[in-house]
């Protein structure tokens, strides 16, 4: 495999692909979300775009309804990690109710902390809905403590933590990109 920048680190899939850029997501109210986002992740807010108006022409580009206006969309910077789109969406056809992570296109978002009890005793001290207790990870993950939360709009997030690795990480060719070390 050829190390020129130009090449994926992966011989199979998209040419260039080079890792994930942003996440996408909508929600209800923008306000309520730059409030979660920079208040309780800490989430850095760079640029925001819109409105764009309803048409054929965006809606085909993104598969939603000719008559839905894109209200607003704000980007925010996640530390070291991965940088999140939010979206604002006035359309007639949309659906409020937040998928379970059991449905098809169920969804969570994990981010990882350095002390997880720390971490769950912030989000409780904001009034923020923590799912249960910690859970420790077995098997190949073995290593790793994990606990869910909510945002204000019902949308799923995970915590984690594996400050000495997960027990996969001993013997494999491959690992996956760890938050402890954005660089390697």
């Known amino acids: 495999m050829s190390n020129d920048a130009n090449q994926a680190a992966t011989p199979n899939g998209i040419p260039g692909l080079r890792g994930s850029d942003h996440i996408g997501f909508t929600v209800p109210d923008i306000e309520v979300a730059h409030d979660f986002l920079t208040r309780i992740l800490g989430a850095t807010f760079v640029y925001k775009l819109g409105p764009y108006p309803k048409g054929p022409a965006i809606a085909e580009k993104l ?107 001993k013997h494999a060719d491959t690992i996956l990109w760890d938050p402890r070390n954005p660089n390697a």
């Open 63 to 169: 598969e939603i309804s000719p008559e839905t206006t894109m209200q607003e969309i704000r980007f925010y910077r996640l530390h070291t990690g991965v940088n999140l789109e939010v979206f604002q969406y006035d359309a007639p056809d949309q659906r409020m109710t937040v998928p379970q992570n059991s449905d098809v296109g169920g969804h969570h978002m994990a981010l990882y902390v350095d002390n997880l009890n720390a971490a769950i005793e912030f989000l409780r001290s904001q009034d923020i809905e923590v799912l249960g207790q910690p859970t420790q990870s077995s098997g190949p993950s073995k290593g790793q403590e994990w606990a869910y939360f909510k945002s204000p709009w019902g949308m799923y997030f995970e915590l984690v933590s594996f400050p000495n690795g997960k027990a996969y990480e």
